[in-house]
């Protein structure tokens, strides 16, 4: 059973920073893409930006374009996200997640063909 965790949400004020992290317990060998995704209340959950594992491959949401940086850092199995400029509209529950078959992480992402699953970290921001 896999299991990811999300740490590092917040509350903060816009214009500032925030980095998310994301510990797997699903090795390098074992997983084909990662990616974050956010949720706000009362809307359906949507890619954030994804990251091909063993080439590093990225790909982001066009909302996410610019001020969001996602990386992982394969030794210890940690995804991160860094959120610069955060904005009141960035208000979500984020979440980290994996899959083990994909050649394309953000279409697979926008398909819903992510299996495994964080609890999510709250990003608050005031304005």
């Known amino acids: 059973q896999a299991h990811l965790e999300e740490t590092g949400g917040g509350s903060v004020q816009a214009g500032g920073s925030l980095r998310l992290s994301c510990v797997s317990s699903?090795?390098?060998?074992?997983?084909?893409?990662m990616g974050w995704f956010r949720q706000v209340v009362g809307k359906e959950r949507e890619p954030v930006a994804t990251i091909k594992i063993g080439n590093g491959d990225t790909r982001y949401a066009d909302a996410a374009k610019g001020r969001f940086t996602i990386s992982q850092d394969s030794p210890t199995n940690t995804l991160y996200l860094q959120i610069d400029g955060l904005e009141p509209e960035d208000t979500a529950m984020y979440y980290c997640?994996?899959?083990?078959?994909?050649?394309?992480?953000?279409?697979?992402?926008?398909?819903?063909?992510?299996?495994?699953w964080g609890r999510g970290a709250q990003v608050t921001v005031s304005s």
């Open positions: 997640a994996a899959n083990s078959w994909s050649a394309d992480c953000f279409s697979a992402a926008v398909a819903g063909e992510f299996l495994y």
């Open positions: 699903l090795k390098n060998y074992q997983m084909a893409c």
